[in-house]
């Protein structure tokens, strides 16, 4: 569905709605997340949290590695 207008305006996605937009597993998220992986996230004292312009970024290098 549409993001509810709230939740445009957020910087910071926690990492199930994270997961949730990319379609995959929280424990895949972690495994794709720096350093294991190229998605990068924020750490606020012990809270990590992804910002939808980094898992755009990881989706846009994505497709360009399958294009190849």
Same mark, same amino acid.
């Given at each position: 569905? =549409?993001?509810?207008?709230? /939740?445009?305006? !957020?910087?910071?996605?926690? %990492? !199930?709605?994270? +997961? +949730? @937009?990319? #379609? &995959?597993?929280? @424990?895949?998220?972690? +495994?794709?997340?720096? %350093? @294991?992986?190229? &998605?990068?996230? =924020? !750490? &606020?004292? #012990?809270?990590? !949290?992804? #910002? %939808?312009? +980094?898992?755009?970024?990881?989706?846009?290098?994505?497709?360009?590695?399958? /294009?190849?």
């Amino acid at each position: 569905g =549409t993001p509810a207008k709230g /939740d445009e305006q !957020r910087l910071l996605l926690k %990492p !199930r709605e994270a +997961a +949730a @937009r990319l #379609s &995959i597993s929280e @424990r895949t998220l972690w +495994a794709h997340t720096f %350093p @294991r992986g190229n &998605i990068l996230a =924020t !750490r &606020i004292g #012990s809270c990590v !949290r992804y #910002s %939808p312009n +980094a898992l755009q970024a990881y989706v846009a290098a994505q497709q360009a590695n399958s /294009d190849a």
